[in-house]
């Protein structure tokens, strides 16, 4: 049925107020797995060093009696570096914006400083753990994690490991699926070599993989009582000792690093600060800065399975 004529609609109508939510809803992610289980460190140049060390190999330690005392072979430390990166994000917003009322946020150049932190945590992230080589020119860059796979590597066929001695990149080999024998293969190699890894960090389509790995038994089962079916796996008891798998969408998803998170950390020249940066006209600037690189404080005490579908 038709309205009665000279019904007023709100389709006529000019004084109606607009119907806008005071929310602003967002679901890009800002989870930055890495650099929040690694541990953070100061760093006074934009060469940032630091020294490992070895013992000598373990051996069969028998003496003669009345034997004079000899001199043990002195091992050295090895002295590793990186250097530091810059990453910045700038705002500006007009004068005109940041006095007009908005929804969802009461100052436009606040809202946008906020987001911009997000985003530089997000690059950050990115740099730290995909980065093959650091660079000293202009800019720098901080060589990232993948950068330090030179250990306890599972790999594909025509894999070059990247040298962090002589800051040579991979060479990445023909990929092949993720299994759990390739995963058992790199956690004995950093076990021998000394190291305690916690950690599995996985890209997300590795991590769905892992968690189909059974080890002694099959973990997934079905929770009729409460109409639950669990089919993750988030911890993996291995033959060296306990590991979390914590997944990254910001890691390369060709690699799975095997990790003991107190042997990383981010080494902060200039930590998070914000600048007004000069007005030219009616609009306000801001930058916010922070300068970093990765310490790798024994690249041995992890691993990686690299190379995977």
Partial sequence: MAAPTNTYTSTSAVGNR?????????????????MSMIAKGKATSTKHEWQTQALATPSNNAQ??????????????ERLNNYTQISTKTVGVSGTQEAVT????????GYQMMLKSLELRNDMEVGLTQNGVAATGSPRQSRGLVG????????????????????????????????EARMKNVLQKVYTAGGNPSVIMLPPLAKQTFSTFTGNSNQRTDKSEDKKVTAATDVYVSDFGELKAVPNRRMRTRDV???????????????????????????????????????ARNPAANGAVVDIL
């Fill in 102 to 109: 908005s929804a969802g946020r009461k100052s436009e150049i």
């Fill in 257 to 295: 690093a095997i990790l003991q998170p107190d042997m990383w950390a981010v080494a902060y020249l200039r930590p998070f600060f914000t600048q007004d940066l000069a007005k030219t006209g009616d609009s306000t600037r801001k930058q916010i800065i922070v300068e970093y690189t990765l310490e």
């Fill in 64 to 77: 003669a009696e009345g034997d004079d005392a000899a001199n043990a072979t002195v091992t050295p430390t």
């Fill in 148 to 179: 330090w796979f030179g250990d306890n590597v599972d790999a594909g066929a025509g894999y070059v490991a990247p040298n962090y001695r002589t800051n040579v990149a991979q060479t990445d080999g023909t990929q092949a699926a993720f299994t």
């Fill in 18 to 34: 607009e119907d806008l939510t005071n929310m602003i809803y967002r679901i890009t992610p800002t989870d930055t797995p890495f």
